[in-house]
């Protein structure tokens, strides 16, 4: 039997996702359906004991650059010599139309430590693989769509600022910042290392 046509739309859409750094404000979805996008990753990825950790708030707009502003503020801080190129990596940033913050509950995580204390050492494993699982289920789903997206980390330099500014819960810990925009410019080649090197299989 041959793989389903279903099947092949989800290997495309798993193809499609890349880093696209070079982005603009004109989105070709609306807003409501790149909300709708964040809210179905999160509801449908699966979690340890079904514990739905993740935590998402989505920036639009000036809430978007004031994101980049106070994070080019806090690097600036720790940064030795030239900022120029920082600066201009963080304004490719703000130039986009919007950024995902991920954070995983950690409430959620100490209560399932105290309450399985067999697993323990397990869950804030367990937690950030829910968190990669849910950006990556955002990530494809918007590049379907034709919106492009890159992820970076500037947590925990930022988590104060963002903290502060947006209101976040003290228990939520920020994992990921996913931009995302219109696509000025496609992503290049990738290397792929032999599958076959990656992939092992046994049995008949
Ligand atoms: C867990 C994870 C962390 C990443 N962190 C960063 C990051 O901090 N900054 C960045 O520019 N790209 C980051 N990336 C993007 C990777 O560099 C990129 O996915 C990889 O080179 C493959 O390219 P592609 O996304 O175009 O397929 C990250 C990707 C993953 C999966």
Same mark, same amino acid.
């Given at each position: 039997m041959t793989l389903s046509s279903e099947t092949h739309s989800l290997f495309k859409a798993t193809e499609s996702r890349r880093s696209i750094?070079?982005?603009? @404000?004109?989105?070709?979805?609306?807003k409501d359906d790149i909300i709708k996008i964040v809210e179905h990753s999160i509801k449908y990825t699966p979690s340890s004991f079904n514990s739905q950790t993740t935590r998402a708030v989505v920036l639009f707009g000036d809430d978007h650059k004031a994101l980049w502003e106070l994070t080019a503020e806090e690097v600036k801080k720790v940064?030795?010599? @030239?900022f120029a190129p920082t600066q201009a990596k963080i304004d490719g940033f703000a130039a986009g139309a919007g950024t995902v913050l991920f954070f995983e509950d950690q409430s959620i995580v100490k209560s399932l430590q105290e309450r399985f204390s067999l697993y323990a050492d397990n869950f804030p494993v367990w937690s950030e693989q829910t968190d990669g699982m849910v950006t990556y289920a955002v990530w494809t789903d918007l590049s379907v769509e034709g919106v492009g997206a890159n992820l970076q980390h500037y947590n925990p330099l930022i988590d104060g600022r963002v903290a502060e500014k947006w209101n976040i819960p003290s228990d939520w810990l920020l994992r990921s910042q996913l931009i995302f925009g219109g696509i000025d410019a496609e992503a290049g080649e990738k290397d792929f290392m032999p599958v076959d090197e990656r992939v092992l299989t046994f049995g008949a």
């Open positions: 750094y070079q982005l603009n @404000d004109k989105t070709p979805i609306s940064a030795p010599g @030239d």
